[in-house]
């Protein structure tokens, strides 16, 4: 039970970073940015509950998950502006070390074209970041929810499965529809197929007694490292396109 509370608390405080950056990302005010930081940490947990019979869902009844949430949203809100800011003077320093001939161009001063550059690496550090804490909570939240599943008395392998998809990707799937975006569950490399090897895993893991502590290592490693070898490889699922067929709509 401790180390399902552990996962439970990793996975919310990870999807809570998650939504907070995509908040800032789309330059929500404080509002929003909790809200979403909220939303991403509780969503699939609330569908969770409610397909379990679990009502109200757990994250009403224990407000600790949404606090903890609110909590660590406004950490983001106002640590990220900071870390911006020493990330770009160490970067400032680190091209004053250049040749100003090297920097300027025919049209720009070496202070427009760090302005540019700095921007650029500032998005694809956030980028980054989002995607990195993003796996966290779909490994740890698909572990909860088939654990959930498992202990559910009509448990079976697509109840868990579906579960622990569920927990993993809902709360996201909630987050990027808010923001007007596709949900990374549909043209995101591997992310809900991640969460099904992770169930499967949890469920038949389960069925063999593997140790609670073995099994739940299993699982977030599968989750985890399918989502970090989908992106290094860029490796996606087919997807349509109507260019490839010549066909218009």
């Not at 039970?1 to 950056?21: K, P």
């Not at 979403?36 to 397909?51: E, K, P, V």
């Not at 989002?130 to 909570?137: E, M, R, S």
């Not at 996201?172 to 007007?180: A, E, K, P």
Request: hydrophobic content about 45%.
């Amino acid at each position: 039970m401790i180390l399902f509370n552990l996962f439970d608390i990793v996975g919310t405080i990870a999807f809570a970073i998650s939504g907070a950056l995509i908040g800032i990302q789309k330059k929500l005010d404080l509002f929003g940015v909790v809200f979403l930081g909220i939303i991403t940490a509780t969503g699939g947990g609330m569908f969770r509950d409610i397909i379990l019979g679990q009502t109200p869902p757990k994250a009403f009844v224990k407000p600790t998950y949404c606090i903890l949430s609110i909590f660590i949203s406004l950490i983001v809100f106002y640590g990220y502006p900071k870390f911006t800011q020493i990330y770009a003077e160490a970067k400032k320093k680190e091209m004053q070390h250049k040749s100003t001939v090297e920097n300027e161009s025919k049209y720009m001063t070496s202070e427009q074209l760090f302005r540019i550059a700095n921007k650029r690496n500032q998005i694809a550090i956030l980028k980054k970041i989002i995607v990195l804490f993003d796996a966290i909570g779909l490994a740890t939240f698909t572990i909860t929810g088939a654990n959930l599943a498992y202990n559910h008395p009509e448990r079976n392998l697509f109840l868990v499965v579906c579960m622990g998809m569920i927990t993993g990707v809902g709360g996201g799937m909630l987050r990027d529809t808010f923001v007007q975006d596709t949900p990374m569950i549909f043209k995101r490399e591997i992310y809900a197929v991640a969460t099904i090897l992770g169930g499967i895993a949890f469920y038949y893991c389960s069925i063999w007694n593997v140790s609670y502590s073995f099994k739940f290592a299993i699982c977030f490693a599968i989750v985890f490292l399918s989502r970090f070898i989908s992106i290094k490889f860029d490796l996606h699922l087919p997807s349509y396109s109507s260019d490839k067929y010549n066909s218009t709509f």
